[in-house]
């Protein structure tokens, strides 16, 4: 089933705000504090300090810390600090709006790859793993596996 919920989970030691800023620098978009009136942006209840609202491309991205899911079956979940997840916006068709958010995801998934610096993982419905990458070698001091 495809569905229009895909995230990308990364593993980085840095504080968040750090490595929000590479991902604006790598990106190329404007990435803000995401604040409702609680305070921090919510999505289905978990926190996103951190949102891209572009409008323009019909997608959003909520970028946060991955704390509330468990490893499953292939999904390694516990071993990755930050999630973005990656929806579209409007009143779009469910295969238009899936479109959308896959294609956004893998682009980012593609450009986060590029720098080998991050273990990634590109997961489709908290379900489905579409894609991992682990950088060939350590960067930053950072280790190659988990």
Request: proline share 8%; charged share 25%; glycine share 4%.
């Amino acid at each position: 089933m495809y569905s229009d919920d895909v995230n990308i989970f990364v593993a980085c030691e840095e504080p968040i705000d750090v490595f929000v800023r590479d991902l604006e620098r790598i990106l190329r978009i404007p990435i803000q504090p995401g604040v409702d009136e609680q305070g921090t942006l919510r999505s289905k209840g978990k926190p996103y300090p951190y949102v891209y609202d572009g409008s323009d491309h019909h997608i959003k991205l909520l970028i946060g810390h991955q704390m509330t899911l468990m490893n499953d079956d292939d999904l390694d979940f516990e071993d990755y600090q930050y999630r973005i997840y990656c929806c579209s916006l409007g009143n779009l068709p469910f295969p238009q709006s899936a479109q959308i958010s896959h294609a956004f995801a893998r682009s980012i998934f593609e450009q986060l790859k590029a720098t080998n610096r991050y273990r990634l993982m590109l997961v489709e419905d908290i379900q489905t793993k579409l894609d991992e990458f682990v950088p060939t070698h350590p960067i930053d001091g950072l280790p190659s596996q988990p």
